[in-house]
């Protein structure tokens, strides 16, 4: 066996003697295999180090990194060195060119989250061939202008070991199949510039299927990976299921209506299967603290604004992968969270992305916690960020529980506020900032507006239901 890889096995195994599964159809969409690689074994394996001792590397299986232990014993043991594989670990840490690799080395695997495993699951989807799917899970996690992994790795090698656990004799689903056409589309969104990976994309497209015929699901922000949801609610179906969008950019909201559409025509579904719907969130991330505790207002005043008319049908799966949540002038999520538990059917399943963020983290902990029977990580997603909730056991049959845990909150010296369209060279790039001096003006402007809105605080309680009732229509 593969040293990275430390076991393999098909869902099909994984569900045997469940006897909940026994009700899941054998066609139905779900993963095709899977497998576990140990991502610190993975990178010391890749690594071309015969460079470093000018022939045949030690005998090593395993690197300890910061103690810079050796251990010739199995991954999942804690064996004392000797005292001559201790000497070698010894005289490896000496040579500049290994502690500056090791370093390196973890950098890229203990930002991942995975401080204790490091073992990570690669997922092969019906659309993809072995070689596809081991080449994809590569790619995103040794991703150098993501983790600084040494430039040396040999992906196409260590893609072709990871495909020989992801059954390389089963074909992938044809082009024009229903599961073809879907995972094109995961893939596509991946190309444009989707956040959600593929199997995260691929997660919530089993999941509506899994609710079918007709499902109905529920999607806070537009993105890339909107027609793939539109796809996996409509497609090989009598009667497509329905799709809606709550979006809170005008601008976007319309180019994803325009792609919905061109996709809805171009497949002969109905026009309405598949809508956006522009609101204005009623909060800023800044207020967030003072917005526990006021769940089921934000949930009233959030739905009431996504369905003006009043009356809705609840859905089988709701997505929150919006709207903006990365800093405090952001609106956070803790509407579309809130709005959950109300939107969804009973027995439904509600994913939540960005679980490394604090807030996050803790509405979904505070809200979505208490009210499901089970929750699980979405395996072969960057960080382990993203989680389903749900009161349906068999779901798990169809969308495994990932084994890893989240990567850890953290906020050191305010974190959250200077990353992604929060920090200081985004806020000068709307400012046209083009020099040093504008980007640090951008980012003290950005961080005293903050400061004025946490002073400021939210409205009182009831304050938004009650102006609303005020407002003629």
């Known amino acids: 066996m593969v040293p990275f890889v430390r076991r393999a096995f098909l869902l099909a195994a994984l569900a045997a003697g469940d006897e909940r599964c026994a009700t899941i159809a054998p066609d139905a969409l779900r993963p095709v295999a899977r497998a576990e690689v140990d991502m610190k074994m993975w990178v010391v394996a890749c690594v071309e180090i015969n460079h470093w001792f000018g022939g045949s590397p030690p005998n090593f299986r395993t690197l300890y990194l910061n103690q810079i232990e050796v251990d010739s014993a199995d991954f999942w043991t804690n064996r004392l060195l000797s005292s001559s594989s201790r000497s070698t670990a010894e005289n490896l840490a000496s040579k500049p060119s290994i502690t500056r690799t090791l370093k390196v080395i973890e950098n890229a695997c203990f930002r991942c989250g995975h401080y204790e495993t490091g073992v990570e699951t690669a997922v092969r989807w019906p659309h993809e061939t072995a070689l596809e799917a081991a080449r994809r899970f590569a790619g995103e996690w040794l991703d150098t202008s993501q983790f600084d992994l040494p430039g040396d790795v040999d ?40 956040q959600l990976r593929v199997s995260a994309q691929m997660a919530v497209a089993t999941a509506a299927r899994h609710f079918g015929p007709a499902p109905r699901a529920l999607a806070f922000g537009a993105g890339r990976d909107t027609p793939l949801q539109c796809a996996a609610v409509t497609l090989g179906y009598a009667a497509p299921g329905t799709l809606v969008v709550v979006e809170e950019d005008a601008t976007w909201a319309a180019e994803t209506s325009a792609r919905l559409a ?78 959950a538990p109300a939107l969804l059917k009973p027995g439904g399943a509600v994913f939540v992305d960005d679980l490394s963020r604090t807030v996050e983290r803790v509405y979904a902990n505070a809200v979505l916690r208490p009210r499901y029977a089970s929750e699980a990580l979405v395996e072969n997603t960057v960080m382990n960020h993203f989680r389903y909730y749900t009161d349906d ?30 920090d200081a060279d985004a806020v000068a790039a709307r400012l046209d900032a083009d020099d040093d001096d504008e980007r640090a003006a951008g980012g003290a402007a950005m961080r005293r507006r903050i400061g004025e809105l946490r002073r400021v605080g939210p409205p009182p309680p009831g304050a938004l239901l009650a102006e609303r009732r005020a407002t003629p229509a």
């Open 262 to 339: 061109a996709f809805l025509a171009d497949n002969g579904l109905p026009a309405d299967a598949c809508e956006v719907r522009t609101i204005a969130t009623p909060t800023v991330r800044a207020h967030w603290m003072d917005w526990v505790g006021r769940f089921d207002e934000l949930a009233n005043l959030t739905i009431s604004r996504i369905f003006p008319e009043g009356a809705y049908d609840r859905f089988d799966v709701v997505v929150v992968d919006g709207p903006c949540g990365c800093n405090d002038l952001c609106a956070g999520r803790m509407a579309a969270i809130s709005s």
């Open 155 to 194: 992906v196409d090698a260590i893609a072709a070991r990871v495909a020989e656990r992801l059954r390389p004799d089963v074909p992938a689903a044809p082009a024009d199949s229903v599961y073809g056409a879907i995972g094109a589309l995961a893939s596509q969104g991946v190309a444009e510039g989707a």
């Open 393 to 422: 056991a068999t779901l798990a049959c169809v969308v495994p529980p990932g084994a890893n845990i989240p990567m850890a909150v953290a906020d050191f010296n305010n974190l959250e506020n200077v990353f992604r369209q929060g």
